[in-house]
Each structure stands twice: as structure tokens, then as C-alpha cells.
């Protein structure tokens, strides 16, 4: 794979004379005309939960993009171009109305789709507006999320479903949230200051469960965890797929299947409630920009489940931790963002261990090179038909053979 | 006029591959050597009111250049280049003295042209103090403000007068303030966090008035501000004039005449007061830098006047405005600052109601083309007898003719 | 000597079309690599005091680089590049251990010279892990402070003695402080914000106390220091020395002798207490990077000595002054902080009263010069026995002729 030369360690291994460091270009920069930007908008990207979408402007950043999201008083969602293509004032403060959102400056007013209606101070309301345009992207609400799609509009594919989504029995709901990270559902931090990469990398990182939640640190997980797995990744069409396989103290085999989805979708099995199961939820790594990025999860519960528990360590949430604390106690956020802001890929030195890294990144760089040379990554589907994806992540017991195609 | 290429849109408006946005450097970049910086320095700038400068050194930043000001004991101000020519030391914490300023290093004493009076360290007091020079720039004091010229010494004009300003009645008298922006009169904001270029452009912007402040907002200005003008715009040798003339409801025909004068003076009437009368103020809008002004302005008040109102919304001064207050009720800082610190002008699509924009511009881009080429821009003068200047601004009823010269 | 071109200033020493400033690079730039850096690296530096290196992990800059610190659990001290090999997470977050520092990502363990013990994770805990290696520095503790030599491995000398620091009395002890600038005493700075070369050029300025600390501002130090000295500068193997020579009221002629090491070792006599004795302590200019450095300290005193008296002005510490009274009471840092985050050396107009500095810089660049070209810089030594440094620097009474070598 064409990771970036291995950083060579002096004969005494000292620190002087060391080599610059730099990160994976190609993996974490993600701003128009990118080969990561150009992948990731090649998919439909949840930008914000429905419920975040209202008559009051929001500004959004979203893949290097600074964004205006509003909904009109018709109800119709709006991702727009902030900047007024009249003299660039943002619509931020812009004013929502019926069929769209009008600027404060000169009263310009676009709708969802930025066509111009109406420019007040110009005579006949603007003769040129038809042929005027406020730059917009196309959005669809599904699972009470908001997706946007950011790439070429020639090339637009159809919005996905999954299965674990379909289909609900009158007791379950769907619910959504967005902001967070790892395993601390600690939400207090909606804007995660590094790489989406680095947590991408970690999502399929089985070992490091066992090392920084467990042994390492306090325990942070269920007991279960304390049993190192045997472990099997695999690639599927659109993504790679790790099997976790524990013998347990009280006789049973529980395998643990995972997934990840080209390019930034993951689905992992409950870690609280590992009865039988396939996964409850959809988690999309969202890069805001460069070094930030953001989470969107899609959960199905019972209506009458309680909110998700936020986890606390002694006692504490993660943000009410101070940096002793942290030392002390340190998890997911400690051990990405101890990375840097965007890690120097340049000085790692890969293990047998990070198999499903290298398998993951490999299939980004292989979907990045489609994507420059004119062809449609995996994952991508323009009939209906084809919309549905069946999942195969779940906590199973005795035998599970692994049989669909994600 | 040489505008950057205006940005083309995509057949269906879409965001996806728009252009990269850039600002008009020309009129933008104010440090030395620039174009507009140099158009800039050929005029007498009001870098800061009388009663700002004193015998305690302080900081002003003009045209990209810190420097510092100050007032020695015999009463001459001081405009210095702050890092003592001996090594370094700013003249910040430098002690004001009879005839001068000392560094606080070494003692070094300039007087407020820089002529180094003293290095007390050396043999005989500094055997070769005459030949040094701390660098600096003249100053003169008029109508109550610090005026400084910062372009080439051998092209220094006179400082201008206004006749506005002159022959004061015995119950008249001068006033001056510095900071704040647009209508608000909200000084809380010094120093303004975008291009001066933004302010120039709103402030012969009469179709705003009607938008963002009458029928788009709440009613911030007098009601007869409701009616839509006739707008008439024409050059002048020095400038730029409009004529904004209503028919009002009671028979009245009004015409409200304003002026700006090459490259950033304007001279606008009375907006909470309108009756017959010339103009009573001149403002003056300084570039700090690139994204940051100042403004100077001086009126002519009765002395029995009170202090000038400051403009509340809702019964709040602007300062206090949360985000969502500023949302629902956006002024000239939120139409200006949102166009960014530099607003990108390739990206504009100027109107019909932009004429005076575009007159100015290209009257700006002229002139300095003029200084460019070793000449001297309107209205510069070195003769002492040219230096009055007549101004034509005001608000006026039934009929009047434009017959001056600015 | 090849300092910047003077300023040339213009015939009317007006500011206007002045040229770009800029700083003495090839002296402020510290970064592995430059020509300053390598010259630093070349010497043991105190990074920390001892009591300072615990089991917690601590992060450190020096010289441009970002560094990890702790003691193992033996008691062991250990300087390691901060990102783990594996994959990059910082080790502040790491475990400390019996026998070194375990990351806290994956468990990878390293000694406090970098070998790799253990990672937990790999089949038979790593088959490859001992050649295996986290970049490291060496150290060694000494008068209470941890030296580190960050150089060419090869190049590595014997840590040095100094005759004041040897042979303490039953009654004596040394004592050691880190942070603090100048004659303040103030330790709320730790990390001082400019060049360590504009603390450097201030070690052997004695002309600025008696201006900046005693004739100028308010009465800093012992009233002796009105008396304006006769001052000799001389160059000696490894330094600079100066000898101020003050023919004092009572009839006394007292000298006091200060020296600088190359590169940034000072050694300056007791300010407050001025009997007759060799100087008590030693101080180094630590730079942290380009534009911030810190200090390191070595005291010799009695058992019984109180702590060090903070400096007050007008009853306030340094760190309580506003800026109001800085400006009245301007001192070390206000003349050096003045100067800028680094200098601009280009503008200087070295007087006769700076031959020290000119001397200082003429040593620096010359042993610069002596390491870019293979050799080993002055005061390095290789054989223990010559590990010892003869200090000769003191204040002293009646006659004193100056002996030894540095």
C-alpha cells in the first residue's frame, strides 16, 4: 500500500537527526477537489439532524465547506452557499421566509434550491433573476437526518436505506443524535478536533478495547471484554468486516461482527447489551474539515428505552475530567487527539495488530483512484431498487456464519 | 473597469466545483507599497482626536503600520515609528519628557521628529546623535483631531479646511469622536474587524437604507425613510455625489444630497434630523489594515446640544445583542461583517442599484493609477489658498440646484 | 562582523518607504538543524529541576522540539520524542512503569532510553520489539537538575563541574529555580514570550541598569549602582567577561566581575548582596524555540538562607502591574518584551556602549561557524578530568586582577 515511507530509526535509536514528519495527504485532506474530499462527496453525507434544522439560519462546516442550513416556513430544508451571490453578505442573517430565505442587505431571496425570486430594489423585482442562482446542494431527510449531497449533481446517486432501519415493529422508534465520540457518548463535544481518519482508524481497532478500556486503564466496558478475542477481518465489496470470536467462562461462543462501509459509515454492535442481536445503530464519521470532524448516529430502540447513558469515569463525565484525571484515566479522545490534530502517518510503524487498518486505508486509496479516473465507488447506487443495504454487524452467539454481501 | 472576473455559475447553480472567491487586492491591501496604500498616503489622515494624545505613549495602528503617539511636555504631538532606532525597544514604555520622548533601554531622547536629543550612555551624550533618526511622520492638529501625513515628504500637501467647519456662531461650537460604525452609533466597537472598503461601499448605499433598516427590519431610522427614493448619482472632480429625492406625503419634495470625496471621506447628512440644511458632519473611514478600520468624524453642534444618541434596538445598544438578537435584526455591522474581514469580490454580481459602488471603485482605481505614475490624485493640494473646501451635501426642500464643485 | 545591513535611514529620517526588517536569523533560529540549534545541541542542557521529573508524565519544548519527561518507578529520568512509534499518540497520556513508560493506546512499553520492553498486543509480546525504538534523549541529573543533550550522539561530552557548585560546607546547600527573567525574581513567567538572544544580549548590558533601573525609573537595586562605572569588556577561551570598576563614597574601589559562557551560561555576581565573595549561582538562557525561552538556576547558599526575595514595585509583583504602571516602571522585561517576539536586528544602531553585545555575537556566530564545519565548539569537553570549570566571576573589594580562563 502506498503508505508514506517508513520512518527509519537511527542505530542507537536517538532522537537527534530525526526525519520530518508528515501526515497521509491523501487519507485526511477532505476540501473540494481533494482526492478524500472527492470520495466522500461521491456519498450522501448526514449534515444534521432534522430536529437542528429550523426557521432560524445555522451556520454548518461540512468537508472543508462553510454552509447556511435553514428549513422555509413550507417546511423545505435548504443547504446554501452563505455568501449572497449580490455582494456576499451571509445569509446567516438572513431572513427565512414562505419559500425561502431573503438577505438582510438589499432583501435578494432565494429558495431551498437557490433560484432567485425576487430582488426588491431592482426594477420589476430583477428582470435577470431567472438566470441568477444562490450556489445551493441538493438535500433529503430519511431517519431524522438531514443527507446532503456535495458531489457532481451528473453524478448524484440514489439516498440508501438499511435494513436494521426498516421495517419497525410499533414499539421501536428510531433516534438520532449527532456530536460525541468513542465510547464515552459524552456529547459535549460536538466539534471534535482532529482527523476523521483517526477515529476512523479506531473504530475497527478491536485491540486497543482490550488494552486502553480494559487492562490498561479502569475498566470502562463489560467484563466479557476482558477476554482477548480471536480475531478475523475480511473485505467485502463495499467495505471490511471483523469477526470477534470469545470463548466464555460459562461455556458459550459469542462472535461479535462488525462493519465498516466505504467511506466513513460504521456499524458496530451494542457494547452494553450484548444479548443476540443484529447492530441497533449507524454511526457516519463526518469530516468538518481537515483537523475537525463530527459524528451522526442512527439508533433503533424500544420507545420505551431511557436515553442513552453517558458514561462517567469515577464519577465524572469525560468533559468535567481534568487533565490529571485524563492521565490517569485516559480513553478514546486521549488516545486520538494524543495523535495530533492530523497524526504524521510518516512515523508509524504498523503491527500484525493493524491488519484492519491497512485493509481499510488500502480500500480508500483503491476507491479514491476510481473516483480521479471517472468511475462510481463501491457503495454507489443510482436505481431505487438498489437502495437497500442489508447489515451484517450484530452480537451472536453459538454459530453465526457470516453470508451478505456488506 | 478592471473588477475581477465575475464568477461563472454552473448551468444548474449547483455548489459543486465553484471557483475559488478572492478579494480585489487593489482597493483592499492598505499597507506601504500597496496600491490603495499609497493612494492612501497622499492624503492627511485623521489618525486619532486631540484629546487621545497625551503624555502617555499609546498604540495606533494605521494603513498596516504600528506606531506610536504622543504628546510632549510642551504640548507638540508626536507620531513615531515605535522600535527605538538604538535596538529595538518600543517607545511604548518610553517616558515623555519637556521636549520629547527617552527609551526606557538605554535612555535614547527623540524629539517628535525623530531628532535623537540625547543617548546618555554615550561619550559626550552621543557624539553622533545629529545624524540619527528615529523614524517619523508629521502631524497637525485641526477641528479637534490629530491629523497625520504618511506618503512620500517632498509630495506633502496642505491640510484641507471645510467650509462646514469654518465661521462658527458664538453658540456653536466643534465636536469629534472616533470609532464605531454605520448608523448605530455604537462606539463599543473601536476598531472594526473588516475591510475599510465594506463601510466605503454602504455609505452612498441608499437602497439598504430602505431594506435593511425600513421595511426588512424593524424601523430604525425616521419614518419618512419608508418612502423609495429617486436616486440620482454623478461624479464629481473630487468625488461622488447622490441625490435621493422623495415626494413626501404632505406635499414636501425632499432632497437629500450626499458626497463622498476621493478616497474616504463622506459626507452625510443629518439621518435623525432633517431639516434645511447643509451637512453637519464629515466622516472620515481610516483602514487599521487590511481587515480592520477606524473612523474619524467631526460635527458642528450647538453648544447646548446634548450628547449624541446612541441607537437601541428593542431597547438594547447593539453590544448587547446576543447572536439570535442580531439574526431577527440585522443592522449595517452584520450586513458589512458578513461579507467576511476581506469580502471576495469575484464572487459579487453587482446591479443596477450598485451604480455608485461602481463609480467609486472605478473613480478609486483611476486615481490610483494616477499616483502610480508619479502624479497627484484629486483633491490634493499645495497651495494654501485652495485648501478650502466647499461642501454640497444636505438636506434640502421644494427645489435645489447642484452648482458646486464637490 | 556579518550582522544585517544597518537601516538605512532616509535624509529627512522620515518613516515613509522605509525598508522590510528583519531579525538576526542565523542567532535566534533554534529548530533542529540551524545553525544556532546545532550549536546549543552541542551542549548539556538543563531542561528541568529534578524535583520536576516525576512519575507523571510531563510535557516539555526545548529548542523547537516537543518532548515527554518522566521517572520510571525506579527512579530513573527519561526524555522521549512524544508520539509512541506505533502510531503517534502522545506518551503524556502513557502509564508510568517499574521499568518505564507503556503507551496508552496499544500498551506498546518503552525504557527511559527508548528500547522497546514490550508490546502487549503481539504474538509472544512482539518477536520484533527489540529492534524496536522510541526516539529518546540522554540525561543525567546534577545540582538538582536534569541536563539533556539533544546532539549527535557521537559528539556527546562530559557533563561539566563548576568550582562554585563543588566542596559546599556543612552549612551550605545549593539550590536550584527554574522560570523567571531578569532582576524581577518574578516566577509567574516560566516561559518568557521572545528570542533568548534579547535575554542573552541583556546578561552583560550594564549600561541599561544603571538607566532602565536606577536613573530612569524608580530606584531598582543597591544605591551603589548610581554611580555611572568604568566598564572593560574582554573575550576569554570560552566567553565573554566584564569587569565595571566604581570608585565608591566611602573610598572603596569595588569591581565586580561578570562572565557569559558560549553559548548561554551567565554568571553573574549577587546584585543585593555585594561583600566581597565569588558569584553564588549560575544561569542558563534555555531557549524553548524561536521566539520563547525559559531559565534554569543554581544557587549556592546557606542552609539557613530565606527563599529569594520577589522584587515589588510600588508593593505589586511584576505579574500584578497593569500596563499603566508598566509604562511608569518599565524593567527587564518591558525593555526586552519591547523588542518584539524576535528582534529586528536589522533596524540596530549599535553604539559604543554595546561592545559587549558585538562581542557576545561575534563568539556565537564564530562557534556557529566552527560546528556547521565539523569541529567542536569551545567549552565542550570529552575527557572527565577536564570536566571542570574555574568560575570567575564575583564582586570584589580593593585591588582584583583578573587570573583564570573563563
Known amino acids: ?37 472527492e470520495l466522500m462527496r ?31 416556513k413550507k417546511g423545505r430544508p435548504g443547504l ?40 426588491p430594489c431592482e426594477p420589476s423585482g430583477g428582470r435577470n433573476r431567472e438566470v441568477a442562482r444562490q450556489p445551493w446542494y441538493p438535500v433529503e431527510e430519511r431517519y431524522g437526518v438531514l443527507f446532503a449531497y456535495m458531489g457532481p449533481p451528473e453524478k ?42 483517526q477515529m476512523n482508524d479506531n473504530a475497527m481497532d478491536r485491540f486497543h478495547v482490550h488494552v486502553l478500556h480494559s487492562t490498561f486503564s479502569i475498566v470502562q466496558f463489560v467484563p466479557e471484554f476482558e477476554v482477548m478475542p480471536m480475531v478475523d477481518f475480511f473485505t467485502t465489496p463495499n467495505g471490511v468486516c471483523y469477526s470477534a470470536k470469545r470463548k466464555l467462562e460459562d461455556g458459550r461462543e459469542y462472535e461479535r461482527l462488525s462493519s465498516w462501509l466505504v467511506p466513513n459509515v460504521t456499524c458496530i454492535p451494542n457494547i452494553f447489551d450484548i444479548a443476540e442481536s443484529k447492530a441497533i445503530r449507524i454511526r457516519w464519521i463526518l469530516p468538518v474539515d481537515d483537523s475537525h470532524f463530527t ?33 490517569d484515566a485516559p480513553g478514546d479522545y486521549e488516545a486520538q487527539a494524543g495523535q495530533g490534530p492530523i497524526s504524521f502517518h510518516s512515523e508509524e510503524h504498523l503491527a500484525s495488530t493493524d491488519r484492519d487498518i491497512i485493509m481499510q486505508r488500502r480500500m480508500l486509496k483503491a476507491q479514491i483512484k476510481v473516483v480521479a479516473q471517472g468511475g462510481d465507488p463501491v457503495g454507489v447506487k443510482f436505481d431505487p431498487d438498489e437502495a437497500l443495504v442489508t447489515v451484517s454487524s450484530g452480537n451472536f452467539y453459538k454459530t453465526h456464519s457470516f453470508v451478505n454481501q456488506t
Not at 542505530?11 to 497521509?24: E, Q, T
Not at 419497525?168 to 438520532?176: D, I, K, P, V
Request: aromatic residues 10%; hydrophobic residues 35%.
Open 1 to 37: 500500500m502506498s503508505n508514506p515511507p517508513q520512518h527509519k530509526l537511527r542505530a542507537d535509536g536517538g532522537a537527534y537527526g530525526r526525519p520530518p514528519a508528515h501526515p497521509d495527504y491523501e487519507l485526511t485532506h477532505v476540501g473540494p477537489g481533494t482526492p478524500c474530499g
Open 80 to 119: 446554501l452557499y452563505p455568501r449572497c451571490m449580490h455582494r456576499g453578505t451571509t445569509l446567516f442573517y438572513g431572513k427565512v421566509t414562505e419559500q425561502g430565505i431573503a438577505c438582510c442587505y438589499h432583501g435578494w431571496e432565494f429558495d431551498v434550491e437557490g433560484r432567485c425570486l425576487l430582488q
Open 295 to 327: 459524528m451522526v448516529t442512527v439508533y433503533r430502540m424500544a420507545k420505551s428505552a431511557p436515553p442513552l447513558v453517558k458514561l462517567r469515569i469515577k464519577g465524572k463525565l469525560w468533559s468535567e475530567m481534568t487533565d490529571e484525571e485524563r492521565q
Open 156 to 197: 448524484k446517486p440514489v439516498l440508501l436505506r438499511y435494513d436494521i432501519f426498516e421495517d419497525l415493529g410499533s414499539a421501536e422508534e428510531l433516534r438520532s443524535d449527532s456530536g460525541g465520540f468513542g465510547a464515552t457518548l459524552d456529547e459535549s463535544l460536538k466539534i471534535v478536533p482532529y482527523s476523521w481518519l
Open 42 to 72: 461521491r456519498y450522501w453525507q448526514p449534515v444534521a439532524l432534522s430536529s437542528e434544522v429550523t426557521h432560524r439560519p445555522a451556520n454548518v462546516r461540512i468537508l472543508g465547506e462553510d454552509l447556511i442550513l435553514f428549513r422555509d
